[in-house]
């Protein structure tokens, strides 16, 4: 059961729409189910001799004296509007299940106290089988405002109550930290014209893979431009400095003019002054070069996944919020990089994560510096090898399932449900590509001769992993990599203790698999003396500084596409 407060200043405007045929002629039989005084409640729907403006003068009756008190002024957003919907499945409830329920959500928001005489007028209006609109005056008979502070929370936990006692599906408890869902109104809107999601979606979506990417606020703007986004900054008046922004979508207007949605108002973590947290002002000269070999973002990346495992599990909860949010843009980056068929199941995993990568726990950002700057690497990676890309989506869904873990264990319910379905796209683009890589690797599998010395390590390195390794199919794949690493001056048998003791294997349901890709981001130590080697026999030579090449964000396609 999902309520949604707003609040509005046009009593009769909402009336008209309650009772009037929706927008898509999708209110059938209109009627009020329950109301602060059912018999001083004018019914538009029951009773033909009532009329919408009756109603809208008794419910606004408190507010009229309150503005004559006022000197005529009215009060502020004082229509308070809260839909409650059940969700897709559940059974039908008749008018006076939904009445309990109007009475206890007005109750529980201080709208309405149980036993207050004095309380604000309102009114629930049935129009389908599965909701109804609670609307209320926020004036109180004695002249007072409402209590209705965090009401969309107490909304929400009633809610829960109401689930429990009506055996109607239990949804995850918020925390006031999920995005603004769409409006009817959008959602109509996408519908007409052809658009897979709502402008508020689609926005909300480019904004998060552009901030992935970018490397100050200013680059933030001039890559959402580029994308065809039209973007107003807001302006302080007294300091002159930018203080927030606005979006509109490509074609997306009402009457000639551009519809604009602010930072915020797409998701919490997209307002200015949380950008500015994680996107500081930096000069591009200041910026860092991109690097020699173009296998080390790959590398950077994944050692920086597999550290925040960890950071997880140390009990500081600022700081493992940050690499939470870090990690969002370690998952758009990731499906940025990628290609093949792979690359729409990270991109899913990425949009889902987006709900995962912020609770109401404030994130130590600066904590996972070294996380958020692997990631932004990865956005600028012009190679990606196919055994580095996969442990690297390996490492990813380990740190799904961390946080899902995480999250869970903080009570964090919408949260832990949106890294679990991240986790589910990870899994599928890691199967997608993992399969042909690792067959690949099994049918370039060593001699026997090879392959039993390798066996031999792998007893003398792990005796007590060593026949779960064996018996993983993954296990000539592993002798494949063995070989190679061997080969870029590694000791098998060394290697294999040193990789096993990062982390426990006895969870592992696929030892061998986990073995081969932690091997496979182990850097190669013949490369890197010759880099050593060379570096000290070259004449150093100062650096031209060059600017950093704004990453390629790639144009979505056009908002107009049909479903």
């Not at 729907?45 to 009329?51: L, S």
């Not at 070069?289 to 500081?316: C, F, K, M, Y």
């Not at 060593?446 to 060593?466: G, V």
């Not at 794949?477 to 294997?505: C, F, K, M, Q, S």
Request: hydrophobic share 40%; with cysteine.
């Amino acid at each position: 059961m999902v309520p949604d407060v707003s609040t509005g200043s046009s009593t009769l405007g909402l009336i008209n729409y309650l009772f009037g045929k929706g927008r898509r002629d999708e209110h059938t039989d209109p009627h009020i189910v329950a109301a602060w005084d059912m018999a001083g409640a004018p019914d538009p729907g029951r009773d033909p001799t009532a009329t919408y403006t009756q109603l809208a003068l008794r419910l606004d009756h408190h507010v009229d004296l309150r503005t004559r008190e006022l000197d005529g002024k009215q009060p502020p957003q004082h229509v308070w509007h809260c839909p409650v919907r059940t969700a897709p499945g559940d059974r039908y409830l008749t008018d006076a299940e939904w009445a309990e329920v109007a009475r206890r959500v007005v109750a529980a928001t201080g709208i309405a106290p149980e036993g207050d005489d004095r309380a604000c007028r309102w009114i629930a209006v049935r129009h389908a089988d599965d909701h109804i609109h609670i609307m209320a005056t926020t004036v109180r008979a004695d002249g007072r405002r409402p209590r209705t502070n965090r009401d969309g929370w107490r909304a929400q936990l009633e809610c829960r109550k109401i689930e429990a006692e009506f055996g109607l599906r239990r949804l995850k408890s918020g925390d006031l930290t999920a995005p603004r869902t769409p409006t009817g109104a959008e959602r109509a809107k996408a519908e007409r014209q052809g658009w897979e999601e709502t402008a508020r979606e689609w926005l909300r979506e480019q904004a998060y893979a552009v901030a992935a990417a970018v490397r100050n606020i200013d680059e933030y703007f001039t890559v959402l431009r580029s994308l065809g986004i039209q973007v107003r900054p807001r302006i302080g008046p007294e300091t002159g400095e930018v203080t927030g922004y606005s979006l509109a979508a490509p074609g997306d207007t009402a009457n000639g003019e551009p519809v604009w949605y602010g930072g915020s108002k797409l998701a919490p973590d997209l307002s200015y002054n949380r950008l500015c947290e994680r996107l500081p002002t930096q000069d591009v000269a200041d910026r860092p070069q991109q690097v020699a070999d173009p296998v080390e973002p790959w590398h950077r990346a994944e050692t920086a996944i597999r550290d925040a495992q960890t950071v997880l599990a140390s009990g500081d909860d600022a700081v493992a919020q940050g690499h939470l949010d870090a990690f969002g843009d370690a998952l758009h980056n990731l499906a940025l990089a990628t290609n093949g068929e792979h690359r729409a199941e990270l991109q899913a995993a990425a949009r889902a994560f987006n709900r995962a990568r912020r609770s109401a726990i404030r994130a130590d950002h600066q904590a996972a510096t070294a996380l958020r700057e692997a990631a932004k690497e990865l956005a600028y990676a012009t190679h990606a090898p196919g055994g580095l890309a996969v442990a690297l989506i390996f490492a990813a869904l380990h740190l799904a399932r961390a946080a899902a873990k995480w999250h869970e264990q903080h009570g964090h319910e919408q949260q832990a449900a949106a890294a679990e379905e991240a986790l589910r796209h990870l899994q599928a683009g890691y199967q997608q590509t993992a399969q042909p890589v690792l067959a690949d690797l099994t049918r370039r599998a060593p001699s026997a001769t090879t392959t039993n010395r390798f066996e031999q390590d792998l007893r003398a390195a792990l005796p007590y992993h060593a026949d779960r390794v064996l018996a993983d199919a993954a296990w000539p794949a592993l002798t494949t990599t063995l070989a190679r690493a061997e080969t870029a001056g590694h000791n098998p048998r060394h290697l294999l203790a040193e990789v096993a003791a990062r982390r426990e294997l006895d969870s592992a349901e696929r030892p061998a698999e986990v073995l081969n890709w932690r091997i496979t981001v182990q850097p190669n130590r013949r490369a890197q003396a010759a880099r050593s080697r060379s570096s000290r026999i070259t004449t150093p030579v100062t650096p031209t500084p060059q600017p950093t090449p704004t990453p390629v964000i790639e144009r979505p396609a056009e908002r107009g596409r049909r479903r």
